[in-house]
């Protein structure tokens, strides 16, 4: 896999890879950023939930859920000193659907976060990664 990143304006970036999309990247303004892109380390929280929700989804799927709805909400702890990484991610993933059962949904986000998220792989070595679920009942 292959990145570029290209500086638009000050710490305004676009950055792209193998997908060819482009993404973009900045900082806050009292750090001379513009404000017009997520940051960095928002990309890793949005790579990690977006990592973890194919896998469960995709899983559910199999296991024939009948999910019609689906988020993810991540809360993350950084260290107060630099660098300011990650100390702690919670996701609390919400399912709605008919008749989802409780131990399918444990199962597949067990699979995912324990063989088959590269992202949560990558990161629990170093970050205090906990998960709950709740499942919200449609018609």
């Known amino acids: 896999m292959k990145a570029i990143i290209k500086q638009i304006e000050g710490l305004s970036l676009v950055g792209k890879s193998d997908s060819n999309h ?3 990247l900045d900082s806050v303004k009292t750090f001379g950023g513009a404000e017009a892109g997520t940051k960095p380390m928002e990309m ?3 790579g990690l939930g977006s990592c973890t929700a194919m896998d469960v989804l995709s899983i559910l799927k199999k296991m024939r859920q009948d999910v019609r709805n689906f ?3 991540l809360d993350a702890e950084r ?3 630099h660098p ?3 100390t702690k991610i919670h996701l609390f993933y919400i399912i709605h659907g008919k008749d989802i059962d409780r131990d399918n949904v ?3 986000i067990d ?3 324990n063989k088959y998220c590269s992202v949560t792989a990558m990161l629990k070595h170093s970050v205090d990664i906990t998960w ?3 499942i919200k009942e449609t018609d």
């Open 79 to 81: 260290a107060e000193g």
């Open 132 to 134: 709950d679920f709740e």
């Open 44 to 46: 890793i929280l949005i």
């Open 84 to 86: 300011a990484v990650f």
């Open 71 to 73: 988020d993810i909400e």
């Open 22 to 24: 482009w993404v973009p």
């Open 111 to 113: 699979l995912s976060m």
């Open 106 to 108: 444990d199962k597949a």
